[in-house]
């Protein structure tokens, strides 16, 4: 009888800092257990074996960001199964989507000096604005035991089990005092994805949103409690812009305290 095929998987990098592809490989111990019964098809950033597709599961990490990307990601799609976003950058479309606040030939003409030669769309967008995502693992960077989780459930025929909750069920599972209510600081933890260990009010200082937005959040309320607190439109606005800028209920929040 012959042996049973591996599953193959493949890892793609688009507009990011490679820190999602990074906590893979940080994985260590867990990733040799995924190594065993998985296929690491093609994966730059950790081999120089770049077998062919198509693949059973692509883990897609980055935004779109140039015509070329766009035109990248279909043909990734078509060549996966099951197809895995990882990270703000390809989940929100990353701190670089800052930039569909603005002008981007503007900055172009200030930074490079032939603009010309740049070939970039006006935004940077997320994967699933451009093809159907399987499931999206949130995180600036992604948490890797969640990750460990998504391939284990893929391998296993099964939903992954990642948390829906807020950051604020992690403080009252790490025994951490709320930040807000014991010191008044401005916190964006109970509209934020589990998934960082409540790592922020553990030393005092308020979430900065990383893991972007829980299921079902509301942004509004916790908007006015951050102005009773003190917090100008300007400093909410900045507060849901940042690396989660353009996932649509933090974009839209933002927006409505221009």
Same mark, same amino acid.
């Given at each position: 009888?012959?042996?049973?095929?591996?599953?193959?998987?493949?890892?793609?990098?688009?507009?990011?800092?490679?820190?999602?592809?990074?906590?893979?490989?940080?994985?260590?111990?867990?990733?040799?257990?995924?190594?065993?019964?998985?296929?690491?098809?093609?994966?730059?950033?950790?081999?120089?074996?770049?077998?062919?597709?198509?693949?059973?599961?692509?883990?897609?990490?980055?935004?779109?960001?140039?015509?070329?990307? *766009?035109?990248? &990601? #279909?043909?990734? %799609?078509?060549?996966? @199964?099951?197809?895995?976003? /990882?990270?703000?950058?390809?989940? *929100?479309?990353? &701190? #670089?989507?800052? %930039?569909?606040?603005? @002008?981007?030939?503007?900055? /172009?003409?200030?930074?490079?000096?032939?603009?010309?030669?740049?070939?970039?769309?006006?935004?940077?967008?997320?994967?699933?604005?451009?093809?159907?995502?399987?499931?999206?693992?949130?995180?600036?960077?992604?948490?890797?035991?969640?990750?460990?989780?998504?391939?284990?459930?893929?391998?296993?025929?099964?939903?992954?089990?990642?948390?829906?909750?807020?950051?604020?069920?992690?403080?009252?599972?790490?025994?951490?005092?709320?930040?807000?209510?014991?010191?008044?600081?401005?916190?964006?933890?109970?509209?934020?994805?589990?998934?960082?260990?409540?790592?922020?009010?553990?030393?005092?200082?308020?979430?900065?949103?990383?893991?972007?937005?829980?299921?079902?959040?509301?942004?509004?309320?916790?908007?006015?409690?951050?102005?009773?607190?003190?917090?100008?439109?300007?400093?909410?606005?900045?507060?849901?812009?940042?690396?989660?800028?353009?996932?649509?209920?933090?974009?839209?929040?933002?927006?409505?305290?221009?």
């Amino acid at each position: 009888m012959p042996p049973k095929r591996k599953p193959k998987l493949a890892v793609w990098k688009f507009a990011s800092c490679d820190g999602c592809q990074l906590s893979l490989l940080d994985c260590e111990d867990e990733l040799l257990d995924v190594a065993g019964e998985i296929e690491i098809a093609y994966f730059p950033e950790a081999t120089r074996a770049m077998v062919k597709g198509p693949y059973d599961l692509s883990l897609v990490e980055g935004s779109v960001t140039t015509p070329h990307d *766009a035109q990248r &990601i #279909q043909k990734i %799609r078509k060549e996966s @199964d099951y197809l895995v976003t /990882i990270g703000a950058c390809a989940t *929100a479309g990353g &701190i #670089q989507a800052l %930039r569909n606040y603005k @002008d981007v030939r503007e900055f /172009i003409s200030f930074v490079y000096a032939t603009p010309e030669y740049i070939e970039t769309l006006p935004k940077s967008t997320p994967i699933s604005d451009h093809v159907f995502v399987d499931f999206e693992l949130r995180g600036c960077p992604i948490n890797k035991y969640q990750l460990v989780e998504v391939i284990s459930a893929f391998l296993h025929g099964r939903k992954p089990n990642t948390p829906p909750h807020s950051v604020c069920v992690e403080c009252k599972q790490r025994g951490t005092v709320c930040v807000m209510v014991a010191q008044g600081t401005p916190c964006m933890g109970p509209v934020t994805h589990a998934g960082c260990g409540a790592i922020c009010p553990a030393f005092n200082r308020g979430c900065y949103g990383c893991f972007g937005p829980m299921e079902s959040p509301d942004t509004k309320s916790l908007s006015d409690w951050w102005k009773r607190l003190g917090a100008s439109d300007d400093d909410i606005l900045r507060a849901f812009r940042s690396f989660n800028a353009y996932a649509e209920i933090f974009r839209r929040e933002s927006e409505a305290h221009e």
